[in-house]
C-alpha cells in the first residue's frame, strides 16, 4: 500500500503550482493535517507530474513596490521575508531595486513615530504618550523623546512648576534655591 494516498499528491502538487517552495509545501500539508512528505519527495511528485520550475528566474512574482510599502509601514525584512515565504535577501534585493532608504538597525520606531503622525495623534487628536505607544507596541518613554526630537510640544511641562531650569526651587523673596538647600540659610543639609 502506497504510503501517501492520491489526494495528497495532488494537494502537494496543486500548492506547489501556486508558486510555495517544496517545503512550504510540506508545512501546509502538515498543517491541514495531511499526512506531510519531505521537501524532496514533494519536489520528486512535481517532477513526476512535469511541473517542473525553471532554475533560474524567480519564483513568486514580487514586486519592489509592494515589498517597499511593507517596509514603509514599519514591518522588517524578517516579517516581509516570513510573508512571502522567501529569504531575505531577495527582500533586500526587491529593496534595492526600489530604491529604498533602509533604516538605521538602531532606530526602530524613527519611520513610524513621524513629525506628521505624532502631531496628528498627539495634539489635534489628542491622544495620551501611553495611547500612541500602546498602538504602535513601543514604550511610553520612548513616545516621549520622539515628541522632543520631532519638536511636538508637549502637553505637560517635564519639570515641576515650583522649580527652575536649573532645578532649584522657587521661593518668593528668597534666592533660588537648591532642593538639598536648607531654606533661609543658603546652605545645605
Known amino acids: ?3 501517501y494516498s492520491a489526494k495528497a499528491k495532488r494537494e502537494a502538487v496543486a500548492l ?3 508558486g510555495l517552495s517544496c517545503r512550504a509545501v510540506a508545512e501546509q500539508l ?3 493535517g495531511l499526512p506531510w512528505p519531505s521537501h524532496l519527495t514533494v519536489l520528486r511528485w512535481a517532477k513526476e507530474a512535469g511541473k517542473r520550475r525553471r532554475t533560474r528566474g524567480h519564483r513568486l512574482p514580487l514586486s519592489g513596490e509592494t515589498v517597499h510599502a511593507l517596509y514603509d509601514r514599519g514591518m522588517d525584512v524578517e516579517g516581509i521575508a516570513h510573508r512571502f515565504q522567501v529569504g531575505t535577501t531577495t527582500i533586500y534585493s526587491r529593496l534595492h531595486e526600489a530604491s529604498a532608504g533602509m533604516r538605521p538597525s538602531r532606530i526602530k520606531y524613527g519611520h513610524v513615530l513621524t513629525k506628521r503622525r505624532l502631531r496628528a ?5 489628542n491622544l495620551r504618550a501611553q495611547d500612541i505607544a500602546s498602538k504602535f507596541g513601543c514604550d511610553t518613554g520612548t513616545v516621549y523623546n520622539w ?7 508637549l502637553k505637560r511641562p517635564r519639570r515641576s512648576p ?3 531650569c536649573t532645578g532649584r526651587l522657587q521661593v518668593a523673596g528668597t534666592h533660588n ?12 543639609k
Open 1 to 3: 500500500m502506497p504510503r
Open 16 to 18: 506547489y503550482e501556486t
Open 30 to 32: 502538515r498543517v491541514k
Open 121 to 125: 495623534l498627539y495634539v489635534h487628536r
Open 147 to 153: 515628541l522632543r526630537r520631532t519638536g511636538v510640544p
Open 162 to 164: 515650583e522649580t527652575d
Open 177 to 188: 534655591l537648591h532642593p538639598t538647600d536648607e531654606p533661609g540659610t543658603g546652605r545645605s
